[in-house]
């Protein structure tokens, strides 16, 4: 079983940064692709960003890329999503969410039908 939180959501004014942590829980054993999905209302979700515990292999939507870049700190058991030049339309509740072990990023990113794990999520919201 995982077990994810989230942290560092806020409020930033268009061009700014944020950088949000995901928190998990998991056997210390488990391969896992950890993924950033966002929901705006009224928006379809979306997958941002993934990164593969062992391979540390990345992947990004087309929206973000060049603007976040998604790390993870393994004696923490940490994934950071930091967010660069960050835009209005980037606004959303911003969740992260683990594959079961074994499965890969490859495989599992964007869909978010692959991911049973998911946070509480925090809000992002930039202003113009």
């Known amino acids: 079983h995982v077990q994810l939180v989230e942290s560092g959501g806020g409020s930033v004014q268009a061009g700014g940064s944020l950088r949000l942590s995901c928190a998990i829980s998991r056997d210390r054993y488990s391969s896992n692709c950890v993924t950033w999905f966002r929901q705006a209302p009224g928006k379809t979700r979306e997958g941002v960003a993934a990164i593969y515990n062992r391979a540390g292999s990345t992947y990004y939507a087309d929206s973000v890329k060049g603007r976040f870049t998604i790390t993870q700190d393994n004696a923490k058991n940490t994934v950071y999503l930091q967010m660069n030049s960050l835009k209005p339309e980037d606004t959303a509740m911003y969740h992260c969410?683990?594959?079961?072990?074994?499965?890969?990023?490859?495989?599992?990113?964007?869909?978010?039908?692959?991911?049973?794990?998911w946070g509480q999520g925090t809000q992002v919201t930039v202003s113009s």
């Open positions: 969410a683990a594959a079961p072990d074994g499965v890969s990023c490859s495989s599992a990113f964007p869909r978010s039908t692959r991911f049973p794990y």
